[in-house]
């Protein structure tokens, strides 16, 4: 597993606290994030990291018992400087159907920090 990957855990493990418990700092899991970061969610709507940072503050413990699972991870590019890696992710929640989508990130390489660049996510069927 390369380091973006690893990336791609880590970071969900720390969205994964933030909405079930409300635990962490979200200003340190906004450090992860390039200042030009930017993202298309599934429903076509386009946010900036601004934007990022007040849906991570809104659901902060917002999602009791929210489980993220992320797998099928594949390293579509990777280059000196960054790599693209596609994934799927599967958000459960008690008493609720799961919701799974499959993502693409855009990651750049920044001396020995990884930064998320860009993220499109889709809906899966």
Same mark, same amino acid.
């Given at each position: 597993?390369?380091?973006?990957?690893?990336?791609? /855990?880590?970071?969900?493990?720390?969205?994964?606290?933030?909405?079930?418990?409300?635990?962490? %700092? /979200?200003?340190?899991? @906004?450090?992860?994030?390039?200042?030009?970061?930017?993202?298309?969610?599934?429903?076509?709507?386009?946010?900036?990291?601004?934007?990022?940072?007040?849906?991570?503050?809104? %659901?902060?413990?917002?999602?009791?018992?929210?489980? /993220?699972?992320?797998?099928?991870?594949?390293?579509?590019?990777?280059?000196?400087?960054?790599?693209?890696?596609?994934?799927?992710?599967?958000?459960?929640?008690?008493?609720?159907?799961?919701?799974? %989508?499959?993502?693409?990130? @855009?990651?750049?390489?920044?001396?020995? %920090?990884?930064?998320?660049?860009?993220?499109?996510?889709?809906?899966?069927?």
């Amino acid at each position: 597993m390369n380091g973006y990957m690893q990336e791609v /855990i880590d970071l969900h493990i720390l969205i994964e606290a933030t909405f079930a418990k409300a635990e962490g %700092r /979200i200003e340190t899991m @906004l450090e992860r994030f390039h200042p030009d970061f930017s993202m298309i969610a599934p429903t076509g709507d386009q946010w900036s990291l601004e934007e990022l940072a007040a849906l991570f503050n809104q %659901r902060a413990g917002s999602q009791p018992g929210l489980t /993220i699972g992320v797998s099928d991870m594949e390293t579509l590019a990777e280059w000196s400087e960054g790599a693209v890696i596609r994934y799927q992710e599967t958000h459960r929640i008690p008493d609720q159907s799961e919701r799974k %989508r499959i993502s693409t990130a @855009l990651f750049s390489l920044e001396g020995e %920090r990884v930064l998320w660049r860009h993220l499109h996510e889709t809906w899966a069927a």
